[in-house]
């Protein structure tokens, strides 16, 4: 019964604007094809959409939180000197703690096929630093509003982890914010049936972190192509 807002990893800070206007004159149906939901690269609309819905009939706010597109390339070709200076103001993004970096790097790697040159992990990783900074921002930021008791936070799972993630800028917005009031649920797909089935430890351990998450929400595996197959078969 609080009045939480939403914050969505999947719009941009620069599209807020769009977002106030037309979720209060188009259907739910109607606002991920607004926003090019799908052809800008999220799952289907179809599966967000119940999120829109139970926000807009218990009228939560939506808030944009990603940064915006056109900043990503500068970023990684010019650090943080590409952010406007209102938002590199908002964000004091500290330089990235080593053991942070080192994990990004890893996964900025393998999320990329294994084909990023060597020199352009650390773009990206500063990339995935910004864009949790950004999110973490707009989640403080939306919070701190008179009738808004916090807010939920709608992203992908390497967002979510308490160590190094949005919660970990959280924690820098917000120093005096209990640990505990920090909340994070993994969704993550359940192994085939096996007669050693992994416990709920071994599936917490895939997230790198045991302590990056506090529940797990199981659902069933979705069979996906092997998105790195085709890269594989050009090397």
Same mark, same amino acid.
């Given at each position: 019964? !609080?009045?939480?807002?939403?914050?969505? #990893?999947? %719009?941009? !800070?620069?599209?807020?604007?769009? +977002?106030?206007?037309?979720?209060?004159?188009?259907?739910?149906?109607? /606002?991920?094809?607004?926003?090019?939901? #799908?052809?800008?690269?999220?799952p289907s609309w179809h599966d967000y959409a119940p999120i829109a819905q139970t926000a807009?009939?218990?009228?939560?706010?939506?808030?944009?939180?990603? %940064?915006?597109?056109? +900043?990503? !390339? &500068?970023?990684?070709?010019?650090?943080?000197?590409?952010?406007?200076?209102? %938002?590199a103001a908002k964000l004091a993004? &500290?330089?990235?703690?080593?053991?942070? /970096?080192? !994990?990004?790097?890893? #996964?900025?790697?393998?999320?990329?096929?294994?084909? %990023? &040159?060597e020199s352009m992990l650390g773009g990206f990783s500063l990339v995935q630093f910004a864009r949790d900074a950004s999110l973490a921002r707009a989640m403080t930021d939306i919070a701190s509003a008179d009738d808004v008791d916090g807010a939920f936070l709608i992203a992908g799972a390497m967002h979510v982890r308490h160590t190094l993630a949005v919660p970990w800028h959280i924690s820098r917005f917000d120093p005096n914010l209990d640990e505990q009031e920090i909340a994070v649920v993994s969704l993550i797909e359940v192994d085939d049936p096996s007669d050693n089935p992994a416990k709920a430890p071994d599936y917490? #351990?895939?997230?790198?972190? &045991?302590?990056?998450?506090?529940?797990?929400?199981f659902t069933n595996d979705i069979v996906r192509?092997?998105?790195?197959?085709?890269?594989?078969?050009?090397q």
């Open positions: 019964r !609080r009045n939480r807002a939403v914050v969505w #990893e999947m %719009l941009t !800070r620069d599209q807020q604007t769009d +977002l106030d206007q037309k979720w209060q004159e188009i259907q739910i149906s109607d /606002l991920g094809p607004e926003f090019s939901w #799908e052809e800008r690269g999220w807009k009939d218990n009228n939560l706010a939506m808030i944009a939180g990603n %940064l915006p597109d056109d +900043l990503l !390339r &500068p970023i990684i070709a010019n650090g943080t000197d590409a952010l406007p200076s209102d %938002l993004l &500290p330089d990235i703690p080593d053991d942070i /970096l080192a !994990r990004f790097r890893v #996964e900025m790697a393998q999320s990329h096929c294994n084909a %990023l &040159p917490a #351990e895939r997230f790198g972190d &045991p302590a990056d998450i506090d529940f797990l929400w192509a092997d998105p790195c197959a085709d890269l594989a078969i050009g």
